[in-house]
């Protein structure tokens, strides 16, 4: 019996649409207009080529906006009156706090809806208590997207206060009795050892960085070093495992990248990987913007 796992011929597109706390209003001329609970926000985003369907003034009277330096995601902010630091924000049952961070988001990446709403269900089917490892979890909203599911999620970021905003976020969301261990840690180094110790997943979230280092200096390039990472959690999935799922921003990757990645790795499992691209959707239908490439095997 042949067990290679089946790869969609097509990519699929995830839409992100507006929800209660959330709403792209528009876009055009390198930037974005959102909503963000009581804010509105204007962040750059070169591939918004297009002219804004709204007046230049409706913009101006957003709540606050990002100005990018040459530097990579680096910039500043200028807030128009005097927004708070942190707000409470939710999707579904989970609930977790907006920030004005100083990398132009505000400390979770809404077009990740789409897959937040896909694991929701995975989880939901699953019988008894699933393992969800979750890597590079950050603020940790899929974390406890798996959790408020039924599931018992070990969320593994290399940043201290990444973990402790995603420990503030189990909080606001009354999830903090939920068997969730939060580990601060590079996560080539966790995924190693726990090889090592035998410990098995149903399920795997990894959403790398192009680039990134780890709490004891160690180096992390997307290009280099995800193969090996893939092939690791490959090691790690049960024998009833329901879904590895693959996210990237690099500018150089592509969901016929990642697809093949996973084909290769999770070669003998059988299954299926669908791939493609998260985008955000405009209250108005007509334009819709590509933010990031998944690639997903699910059993």
Request: charged content about 25%; some cysteine; hydrophobic content about 40%.
């Amino acid at each position: 019996m042949d067990k290679t796992p089946v790869v969609a011929e097509k990519p699929g597109v995830m839409r992100t649409t507006g929800w209660t706390d959330y709403a792209l209003i528009d876009s055009g001329g390198g930037r974005k207009l959102e909503r963000y609970g009581p804010y509105s926000v204007v962040r750059p985003e070169p591939q918004c080529m297009w002219t804004p369907r709204l007046a230049a003034d409706e913009w101006a009277r957003a709540d606050a906006a990002f100005d990018p330096t040459d530097e990579e995601d680096a910039g500043r902010w200028r807030f128009r009156g005097k927004p708070q630091e942190t707000w409470p924000l939710s999707w579904r049952e989970v609930r977790f706090y907006g920030r004005f961070t100083a990398f132009r988001h505000l400390a979770f990446f809404p077009e990740q809806a789409a897959n937040w709403a896909w694991l929701d269900e995975r989880v939901r089917n699953l019988e008894g208590q699933p393992r969800i490892l979750n890597l590079f979890g950050y603020t940790g909203v899929a974390s406890l997207v798996c959790a408020a599911a039924g599931a018992a999620v070990t969320h593994v970021d290399a940043s201290k206060k990444a973990v402790g905003w995603a420990r503030d976020n189990a909080a606001l969301s009354k999830l903090q009795e939920r068997p969730i261990r939060w580990i601060v840690e590079d996560a080539r180094r966790y995924v190693q050892r726990e090889v090592r110790r035998g410990s098995r997943y149903e399920g795997i979230v990894l959403d790398p960085p192009k680039y990134g280092r780890g709490p004891d200096g160690e180096v992390w390039r997307l290009f280099e070093d995800l193969p090996e990472l893939v092939a690791l959690c490959a090691e790690l999935l049960s024998e009833n495992a329901s879904f590895l799922l693959l996210n990237a921003y690099a500018e150089r990757i592509s969901g016929p990248a990642l697809s093949s990645l996973l084909a290769q790795k999770l070669a003998g499992r059988g299954g299926r990987i669908d791939w493609g691209e998260l985008a955000l959707v405009e209250d108005a239908p007509d334009r819709q913007i590509g933010m990031s490439f998944y690639a997903r095997w699910s059993a």
